[in-house]
């Protein structure tokens, strides 16, 4: 016998299954709802990590991609957060072009738009925002930059870096390496003048570009006005070699710091105003800073230890040089700085400091790429002959490659 059900119970029932089903319906949708909220997955841009002595200085994990924050582990601090291309330029660039590498802060943001109208080629640029409450007044402001400039929008990649840290100039510069979007890069101070058509005199020289496609480095010539004053506006800047030399013959401009004739002598002014084509650094010693277009593989990182003013791109250089890769200056092109004051109270005691890190770390990387040629056979090749040069004069260097070298 079939129990009767009232028709009480019979509508508690329909009801029931009523309410069974939306609840179904709605837990499906809300645990579907995150994929149409967040965008797909980005393919993995996690590197591998590098056994090469040069590249092993750095590390990237965890890449949060619903919200495009990357965790970039630093040598020095914790771990920093990175925002890649916070803005990506509309155009995708030729892959043999040179990306312009650099790091801005609040005050360059009037001369970085100047360079972004003159260069009108790829750019990666890395902002730094401390990480306190000012922190969206400030990303605001870069807002109204980037809004200020169309060429922007056609040829900048940002990537902002939000952490505690203050001054971490060579992390900051890997990271707009890091996220180049060609094959070269050139490493360059943002308040330097790019006073000639780079792009075409390369595009013109088929021995430079077989110098960079080799691998080495080319370098571009730096100058300065001898009155700071002359030194303000680019407008005004030389636009050729023969128009340069006519100025620094009548002592209005000079080479970069020739108060430091060290920081750039190697790249051999005298020879350059005479050369019509690209010619090899051949007394390169470890204060050298040129502004110089490399290969963005297999180049060697900027050591992130340097946090501060002084020596980090001179060790950056440096690593680079001894890793086997030569610098060579470019005939037609040069850079000129553009005049503003320095704050000289916290570089004095970050200098000191440097000064002495950098002692010590141009040992080690004498050590470390002595270890890794041996390791890989390339001590008997020309690979070596930089690092056999500039190590030599390190206390018990010698002997330490007589012992592992003798057989
Ligand atoms: C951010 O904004 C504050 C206040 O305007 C300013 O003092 C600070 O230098 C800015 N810079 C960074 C890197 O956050
Ligand atoms: C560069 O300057 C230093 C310091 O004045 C000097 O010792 C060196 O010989 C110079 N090098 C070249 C290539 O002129
Ligand atoms: C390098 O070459 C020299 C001379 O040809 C040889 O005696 C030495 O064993 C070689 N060293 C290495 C590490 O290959």
């Excluded at 996690?46 to 990237?60: H, N, S, W, Y």
């Excluded at 169309?150 to 940002?158: A, L, R």
């Excluded at 004069?393 to 007589?402: H, K, L």
Aim: aromatic share 16%; charged share 25%; glycine share 2%.
């Amino acid at each position: 016998m079939r129990p009767e059900l009232s028709p009480k119970v019979l509508v508690l029932l329909r009801y029931a299954a009523a309410v069974y089903l939306l609840g179904s319906v709605l837990f499906t949708l809300y645990s579907l709802f995150p994929q149409y909220k967040e965008p797909q997955p980005e393919p993995s841009i996690k590197p591998k990590r590098l056994t090469e002595p040069g590249q092993a200085t750095f590390d990237v994990e965890n890449i949060l991609y619903s919200q495009q924050i990357m965790t970039w582990k630093s040598k020095s601090f914790l771990p920093s957060k990175v925002l890649p291309y916070y803005f990506k330029a509309v155009r995708n660039f030729n892959p043999e072009s040179v990306t312009i590498t650099t790091l801005i802060t609040f005050d360059r943001y009037p001369i970085f738009s100047r360079l972004v109208t003159n260069y009108q080629g790829p750019i990666s640029v890395s902002i730094h925002i401390t990480d306190d409450e000012n922190k969206d007044e400030n990303l605001s402001k870069l807002h109204d930059m980037y809004n200020s400039n169309p060429y922007m929008k056609e040829f900048v990649d940002i990537h902002v870096i939000v952490d505690k840290f203050e001054r971490q100039f060579n992390m900051w510069r890997n990271v707009a390496r890091f996220f180049a979007r060609s094959n070269y890069f050139m490493m360059l101070d943002v308040d330097f003048h790019i006073c000639t058509d780079l792009q075409r005199h390369l595009s013109l020289d088929a021995k430079a570009r077989g110098v960079l496609s080799s691998g080495a480095a080319v370098v571009l010539p730096a100058f300065e006005y001898v009155k700071q004053d002359d030194g303000i506006d680019s407008a005004t800047f030389p636009k050729d070699k023969q128009a340069l030399i006519q100025l620094v013959q009548k002592k209005k401009i000079t080479t970069f710091h020739d108060f430091f004739p060290r920081g750039h002598n190697a790249t051999d002014y005298e020879q350059w105003y005479k050369s019509d084509s690209v010619y090899k650094v051949t007394t390169y010693q470890h204060s050298y800073e040129p502004y110089a277009i490399m290969r963005k593989e297999g180049t060697p990182w900027c050591d992130e230890r340097f946090i501060g003013y002084g020596a980090n791109k001179a060790a950056c250089l440096f690593e680079i040089y001894i890793s086997g890769i030569d610098y060579w200056v470019l005939p037609q092109d040069f850079v000129i700085h553009q005049s503003h004051p320095y704050k000289e109270e916290t570089r004095k005691q970050e200098r000191k400091y440097n000064r002495r890190l950098y002692q010590n770390f141009q040992e080690e990387t004498c050590f470390r790429y002595f270890k890794y040629f041996l390791e890989t056979s390339q001590w008997n090749t020309s690979k070596a002959d930089n690092l056999k040069e500039q190590c030599s004069q390190i206390r018990g260097f010698n002997q330490a490659v007589e012992q592992f070298t003798i057989s």
